[in-house]
């Protein structure tokens, strides 16, 4: 077993035996005389860092990540991840993209041992944040926190390069060649819950995302709408601060496939974004549609009480206040309750997103991309972006935003693209460096008339030859 600050020293040694190659390969850029980033990444979550190292790792070293956390609370693990664990195996691969002494399980043997990593069964969701505050600072990430993106617009830098205006909702401007967009679940629309319930005193319903005080919830009657993971997790937690707990499960029979424990293998993550769209439509639209099934875990979490009730093919189809309770209508009849969670997802709504607001309608769908057969239409499915294959937007009109091929999207509306990519810690290590290698290919193909040039002035002398002992004819 080594130390923390040993696997420290191994880490940075690591990082210098396999920096190459070394040489730095991008011009610097300007607007109006201030330096241009090459590349803002919006998100400093998980995706964020992830892409942000793979940046630095090939020389693209003048870039930042900004997020709209405080630090230390980026990403969903200290606010609406209801879970005690994670739900992937542990001895994943991740951010570490492939180097060793980056892994979740160097961080914590340097910690606990090795032994301990043994008996270790799921990664706790408070050691895998720690582990990611630990990832940040080992690798030197520039990021900058409290800082919320509020538009994007197109623009020029003083050598003529294309580039993206960034403002933030505090008034700060950051230029950048590229923008990635690791913006999480709800990065290409909003949380979403039906209108009847949304039409609720906010005081008496939440989204699995919201803050919750459970705490308040304690001897009172709590109607959870949803069968995933996350309804779970909610309704678990509820319990556990004393709460009775309907679930509600709109299908017939709850998922208890996970779909995404099939598609986990290196030719599915590498390469479904390659194939056809018909066949991207019709396998990743099965997967999408089979929906996130629960672990064991989470069931037998929820199971240990026995004020728990779970009702299966019941959909809310209506609600309402009746003598400060609420009424839920079901298939089942009316329920009474004191204050419903939906765990219901997010909808693709670019028009929600203020960033992307202003050119919502300019950004392809896969409706306007593609025509499934009958038996597979989805207006679901059709509001997914239709992405380029280095996760750039595309436009719904050829012509009319050619900028939008500077910002690239990953995050969740990635997934009918190129599957689970952007929002599984499985397929990091396959989808950041595809991510990455978009984005350097745009920024050489940009440049490639200075490199050009730069070739043809390069006059760096390996020897310097002895005139007097050559013999010119």
């Avoid at 979550?45 to 609370?73: C, H, W, Y």
Wanted: proline share 6%; aromatic share 10%; charged share 20%.
């Amino acid at each position: 077993m080594i130390s923390l600050e040993a696997l420290e020293v191994c880490v940075r040694r690591d990082l210098e035996l396999t920096a190459h190659p070394r040489a730095k390969w991008l011009a610097p850029h300007a607007v109006g005389g201030e330096p241009a980033l090459d590349v803002l990444v919006v998100g400093a979550g998980q995706s964020g860092l992830a892409t942000g190292f793979a940046l630095l790792r090939d020389k693209v070293e003048n870039i930042l990540l900004i997020d709209k956390a405080p630090r230390d609370m980026e990403g969903p693990w200290s606010t609406y991840a209801r879970m005690p664990t994670l739900r992937s195996t542990k001895d994943q691969n991740g951010p570490d993209l492939g180097m060793p002494s980056l892994t979740f399980q160097a961080w914590f043997e340097a910690q606990w041992g090795a032994e301990a990593f043994v008996q270790l069964d799921l990664i706790p969701k408070g050691q895998w944040h720690d582990y990611l505050r630990w990832f940040r600072d080992i690798t030197g990430l520039p990021v900058r926190n409290d800082t919320a993106l509020r538009s994007l617009e197109p623009g020029l830098t003083d050598q003529g390069a294309r580039c993206i205006k960034a403002t933030s909702e505090d008034g700060h401007v950051f230029y950048a060649r590229k923008v990635i967009l690791a913006t999480g679940q709800d990065g290409t629309g909003r949380w979403w819950m039906p209108s009847f319930v949304e039409k609720l005193p906010p005081a008496m319903r939440a989204h699995t995302c919201d803050h919750i005080d459970f705490e308040s919830l304690r001897g009172r009657t709590v109607a959870v709408l949803g069968a995933g993971a996350s309804a779970f997790d909610n309704a678990a937690t509820a319990l556990e601060h004393g709460a009775i707990v309907h679930l509600f499960c709109r299908r017939a029979e709850p998922m208890v496939v996970q779909p995404y424990r099939w598609l986990t293998f290196a030719g599915f993550m590498r390469h479904i974004g390659d194939m056809t769209d018909a066949w991207r439509w019709r396998i990743l639209g099965y997967v999408l549609g089979m929906r996130e099934g629960f672990p064991p875990a989470t069931y037998d979490r929820v199971q240990a009480f026995s004020t728990f009730t779970m009702h299966v093919g019941a959909p809310w189809t209506n609600a309402s206040v009746v003598d400060g309770r609420i009424r839920l209508d079901t298939l089942h009849g009316p329920f009474i309750a004191d204050f419903a969670i939906c765990g219901t997802g997010v909808v693709h709504d670019f028009a929600a997103r203020p960033e992307l607001s202003a050119f919502a309608n300019r950004i392809a769908r896969w409706s306007d991309r593609y025509t499934p057969p009958a038996a597979e239409e989805s207006e679901r499915l059709g509001g997914f972006p239709y992405l380029a294959p280095d996760y750039a937007f595309t436009e719904r009109n050829p012509g009319e935003a050619p900028w939008l091929r500077d910002i690239h999207l990953f995050g969740i509306g990635a997934t009918l693209s190129f599957g689970p990519s952007a929002s599984s810690i499985n397929a990091m290590t396959i989808a950041v460096p595809k991510l990455v290698a978009g984005i350097t290919r745009g920024l050489f193909e940009a440049d490639i008339e200075s490199h050009w040039a730069a070739l043809q002035a390069y006059d760096v002398k390996q020897v310097e030859l002895d005139q007097q002992r050559l013999v010119r004819s």
